[in-house]
């Protein structure tokens, strides 16, 4: 059984940073691939920032390129989103997945089985 338990969201102000933690629970962690995804009212889910089983790869999308940096430490099972110049555009849940199959990477939510409960970013003007 896998659970993944975020943690580190909150209200800033724009310009701001936060760092997210997603904590996981299950057995080999360090074979996946895990992912941020975020989700803003009345919007689909949309990918964030992924990394690859080892670290060794990242990928973000558009949007957080050059403010966000996804890290990993295989040895605590926790996966990181380093959140910096915050907008107020940035304002969601966010929530970490784990890929669906190992030493697979991806971008798209139907690519992750498991997902944690979500954490809130608020960023205000």
């Known amino acids: 059984q896998v659970q993944l338990v975020e943690s580190g969201g909150g209200v800033v102000q724009a310009g701001g940073s936060l760092r997210l933690s997603c904590a996981a629970s299950g057995r080999a962690f360090s074979m996946y691939s895990m992912a941020w995804f975020c989700q803003a009212p009345g919007k689909e889910r949309e990918f964030v920032a992924a990394?690859?089983?080892?670290?060794?790869?990242?990928y973000y999308a558009d949007s957080v390129k050059g403010r966000f940096t996804i890290s990993r430490d295989n040895a605590k099972n926790t996966v990181y989103l380093e959140m910096n110049s915050l907008k107020p555009e940035d304002t969601a849940v966010y929530y970490c997945?784990?890929?669906?199959?190992?030493?697979?990477?991806?971008?798209?939510?139907?690519?992750?089985?498991?997902w944690g409960q979500g954490t809130q970013v608020t960023v205000s003007s």
């Open positions: 997945a784990r890929h669906q199959t190992s030493l697979q990477v991806g971008l798209r939510p139907n690519e992750y089985t498991y």
């Open positions: 990394i690859t089983w080892g670290g060794g790869n990242t």
